[in-house]
């Protein structure tokens, strides 16, 4: 059991939240997506937002700042999520207006925000759970988009929801977490997009 949580752990890392919404996003629009388009927003957010941080983290790594991929102190949790913040910002200011997409724009824009809510969390001495953050995110982005189109999604969402629960079983049976740590940062995931709706819905 503790060998599956722990490969669920990686597997959910919040790392690939923002190119699993990107993602996400063209499978779902009826709207017609021009190659150039997909691939002007798929391939940048990839390579700015799962590569550039897995060197970073190498580089983190090799210094002696960070002791493993899951981060467990406050201090040690600053330095990624200031790359991550930095990375998602070049996204939303260089990335998408080429290739200009509203829904994509306020997705990020909602994962900046809920970065930036755990940044201030960790400074009050309080590391939520960057998992649940994550998948938080990517549930109520789901959601949002299933209304937006009016698309039938219930199974993505239904399967982003078993995933959720499974990413907190794992960071509570690692205890990696505190039951309030897990439950702020899926309130923080869910809450920072959903505060985005009323800008594209």
């Known amino acids: 059991m503790r ?26 629009t009826p709207k017609y997506s021009p190659l150039e388009v997909q691939s002007g927003n798929i391939l940048p957010i990839f390579i700015l937002t799962v590569i550039i941080p897995i060197i970073f983290y190498l580089i983190l790594r090799n210094l002696g700042i960070v002791s493993s991929v899951f981060m467990p102190n406050l201090q040690e949790r600053k330095y990624p999520i200031y790359i991550s913040l930095g990375l998602l910002i070049m996204v939303l200011f260089k990335v998408i207006p080429n290739n200009f997409t509203i829904e994509l724009h306020y997705y990020f824009l909602g994962l900046i925000a ?3 809510s755990a940044l201030v969390l960790l400074f009050l001495n309080f590391k939520c759970s960057m998992h649940l953050l994550g998948m938080g995110s990517l549930l109520m982005y ?3 988009l299933s209304i937006h189109f009016e698309i039938n999604v219930t199974i993505a969402i239904g399967i982003v929801t078993l995933l959720s629960g499974l990413a907190a079983s794992s ?16 309130a923080i995931g869910l809450f920072t997009q959903l505060f985005t709706i009323k800008f594209w819905l």
């Open 171 to 186: 960071r509570l049976y690692l205890n990696a977490h505190t039951k309030a740590e897990v439950l702020i940062g899926f």
């Open 114 to 116: 809920g970065l930036f």
């Open 142 to 144: 789901l959601i949002n």
């Open 3 to 28: 060998l599956f949580l722990k490969i669920t752990s990686y597997l959910l890392h919040p790392l690939f939240v923002p190119f699993a919404g990107t993602l996400a996003y063209f499978l779902i």
